[in-house]
């Protein structure tokens, strides 16, 4: 039994690969919603849908001096002859247009509920109405002088247009939003002004660059203001490229209340934000305990943005406090730009700042000769009807004659006068009073100015420089209506430098800034006493325990200590035991090996430079901020060889360093010979044949050499007087002067 074959197919019926099929109406699908709706056009900056709303408004002669109507009735003019998609997709568009918050340079003029930026949607569109801006008339100006082309709708009874003239860079003026099928357009608003000058520099220099442009447009310009934190490499990166993103901060000032109280308020967020939904997050993070620095928030707006923000206590930093939010919440967002758009109308691509621009730019030119050329229709045709009027006025009598008495006058005219169709046609079409009150002088005239403007029109065609000057003159005076000293075209977002927040500790920012009194004893116990103590003598120590050394800090301080084994530990200030008991013992905060003690204890002064060194005579300058670390095992600072120990850690701040051995040899160097390192075993201070060093200080020659005495008293050797003791570093040096102190220590 042989394999049953498939059934023929119908007759009239073909095979179709349903894969192909498929494949071919996918693409077209994709294609028409890429040209169709989602990308706007390189040349005005529109898509359709805001394209046909705009040209429906001015069907309906909706000029921003005319009265407002109904955004039903332009909802549904524009749904019943240019956009079938739904009237709702067309409603939301118009509201957006409409917004300023949504567009830099709104195109609609609303009146009723169009929303607002808490998020809350508009009224519905029958009790809304609407017409249009002076900007979106800006954009249409010349639609009726032949300045762009005209399609058929979707239905084929009447014309739209393909592009507008847009006598604004629009662009990039309003920016745009879009998602299509395997691709997606968002381009950031711009200042107006701005780009005027951008596109006057590329008027006079064709060839400019993205980079070069940024001169002109230093960044976005958003409708709800804000700040840009990226760097200028960045933002030159993101115009050369057409893909990139900014981050964008909300501004905020500092408030003063009474009694040293404070709070935050901000009055510009990041755009494209929903304030409401905004507030609903940050009150998120404080039920969740995310932000230990905020105590409440609270929305005060009315006509403009403000949001109260209100710290846990006054110690806060408000710079630490908003830093934090900037991390959690869309306070800081960022804005993506992908410049995709359709170029010439037919071709999606990814275009850069000066592309762009270009593309707009090419566009007026077109549209300028398409109006001269309009405009030199109009003249030849005015002139030829001219030429003729002025025959009819030295014959007037003999017109009006065979007007009224022949039976065929149009033929009789033409061939008595010599006058063409046009002519004879404009005469007949005239009112006989009209012709009776014709003026030689007035016709003359009128012929005259006209073949004068025949004139610059044919030369402005003929000459591509008188183009570009004639653009570029257009363009000043955008600028002139739209500039930084308008309300409208003053420019909102500005630009700074974010600060470093990758070291901010939110927990340290919480402690209140206090001044304290680091007291260490002999056997490495340690507190903090309240305010600035300057006579301890009336501290008690534990057993026979002794002051080792106190001195001044803050709560907010860092406490460096370092070990005699060359490890370097860091302890915060805020967590000292306080004064009231023995203190604790160091050993407890810090992880110091056993068998070793502490060499010193001192406060972390940011920039400040240390002048290290071992018992075996070796040392290095190290900087402070390389010495403090993060962890309970410390850091370590100076290499040592068995048995070599710390010596001494001392102020770098000098020019010469005085080093005194073991032996009681003393001799003074240059600083600048010691190099500088963040760690390591150093190099050789002093020589020796028996013993090490015993103590070395940083200090300026010019004001002596200073020491105190077993009896505190203060000695001072003058430079003149030091010149026995000057060499290089690694020599051995010699007895020091009369009066050093038999502990061979300077302090």
């Not at 332009?74 to 009237?87: E, L, N, Q, T, Y």
């Not at 230093?218 to 993103?245: C, H, L, N, Q, W």
């Amino acid at each position: 039994m042989g394999k049953a074959s498939p059934p023929p197919p119908p007759l009239g019926e073909d095979n179709v690969n349903l894969k192909d099929a498929l494949e071919e109406r996918y693409l077209a699908y994709a294609l028409s919603t890429i040209m169709g709706r989602a990308l706007p056009d390189a040349r005005d900056g529109l898509k359709p849908v805001h394209r046909r709303i705009l040209y429906g408004m001015n069907i309906l002669k909706l000029d921003p001096g005319s009265t407002f109507k109904k955004s039903a009735k332009i909802v549904g003019d524009v749904m019943g002859s240019f956009h079938p998609h739904g009237d709702q997709a067309i409603y939301d568009a118009l509201v957006r247009l409409a917004q300023d918050f949504s567009s830099r340079y709104p195109l609609v003029d609303g009146q009723g509920n169009f929303g607002n930026i808490d998020g809350d949607s508009a009224a519905a569109y029958r009790y809304t109405e609407a017409r249009m801006t002076e900007v979106a008339r800006l954009l249409l100006e010349g639609i009726g002088e032949d300045a762009i082309d005209f399609r058929e709708n979707y239905s084929g009874d009447q014309k739209e247009p393909i592009v507008l003239p847009s006598a604004l860079p629009h662009l990039l003026a309003n920016g745009a939003q879009g998602i299509a099928v395997g691709m997606a357009t968002s381009i950031p608003p711009h200042n107006l002004a701005e780009l005027c000058d951008a596109a006057l520099y590329l008027i006079a220099h064709r060839d400019a660059t993205a980079e070069q442009l940024l001169t002109f447009v230093p960044g976005p310009d958003f409708p709800t203001g804000g700040i840009i934190v990226d760097s200028r490499a960045v933002i030159a990166e993101t115009y050369k490229t057409g893909r990139g993103s900014f981050r964008v901060r909300a501004r905020w000032t500092k408030e003063e209340g009474g009694r040293g109280t404070w709070v935050v308020v901000v009055t510009e967020i990041p755009y494209m934000v929903q304030k409401s939904r905004l507030i609903e997050k940050i009150a998120e993070l404080l039920n969740e305990k995310k932000l230990p620095l905020v105590a409440d928030i609270r929305d005060e707006s009315a006509e403009d943005v403000r949001v109260v923000i209100e710290p846990r206590n006054r110690a806060v930093d408000p710079a630490v406090m908003m830093e934090s939010l900037f991390r959690l919440s869309e306070l800081e967002s960022r804005f993506p730009m992908n410049m995709n758009v359709l170029v010439d109308g037919v071709v999606p691509r990814v275009v850069a700042l000066d592309e762009a621009l270009r593309q707009w730019l090419d566009h007026r030119r077109t549209v300028l000769q398409r109006r001269s050329r309009h405009r030199l229709d109009e003249i030849e045709h005015r002139l030829e009807v001219l030429a003729g009027m002025l025959i009819v006025f030295l014959n007037l009598d003999e017109v009006i004659r065979i007007i009224r008495e022949e039976d065929e006058p149009k033929d009789v005219l033409k061939a008595r006068f010599a006058l063409s169709e046009v002519q004879v046609n404009y005469v007949l079409d005239t009112r006989l009073r009209s012709l009776r009150r014709l003026e030689e002088m007035q016709l003359r005239k009128e012929h005259d100015e006209l073949t004068k403007e025949k004139a610059e029109i044919e030369s402005l065609l003929a000459d591509e420089g008188k183009q570009w000057r004639t653009i570029a003159g257009q363009i000043r005076e955008l600028k002139k209506k739209y500039g930084p000293e308008t309300k409208l075209g003053k420019r909102r977002t500005t630009f700074e430098q974010a600060p470093e927040t990758a070291a901010v500790d939110l927990a340290e920012a919480m402690i209140e800034r206090e001044p304290i009194t680091v007291v260490v004893t002999e056997k490495g116990w340690i507190r903090a006493l309240k305010g600035n103590v300057t006579d301890t003598s009336a501290l008690q120590y534990k057993g026979d325990d002794s002051l080792k050394i106190s001195f001044f800090a803050e709560t907010t301080s860092k406490i460096l200590v370092l070990a005699t084994n060359g490890k370097i530990f860091t302890l915060d200030a805020s967590k000292l035991p306080g004064g009231r008991g023995h203190g604790e013992p160091i050993r407890l905060m810090a992880e110091i090996d056993e068998g070793e003690d502490v060499a010193a204890v001192f406060p972390y002064a940011p920039g400040t430079k240390m002048l290290v060194a071992s018992t075996d005579g070796r040392g290095f300058v190290a900087p402070q901020d390389d010495m403090v670390g993060g962890t309970r095992k410390g850091k370590l600072l100076l290499n040592l060889d068995a048995p070599a120990k710390v010596a001494t850690i001392a102020s770098a701040a000098g020019d010469h360093v005085a080093i005194v051995g073991e032996n009681r040899k003393l001799l003074v160097f240059p600083l600048d010979q010691l190099p500088e390192m963040a760690r390591g075993k150093g190099v050789r201070l002093q020589r020796y044949k028996d013993g090490g060093l015993s103590d070395a200080k940083a200090f300026t020659l010019a004001d002596g050499l200073t020491w105190k005495d077993t009896s505190d008293r203060t000695w001072t050797v003058a430079a003149a007087d030091l010149k026995d003791w000057i060499g290089n570093r690694a020599e051995a040096g010699r007895l020091p002067p009369k009066g050093f102190p038999k502990n061979n220590k300077f302090a």
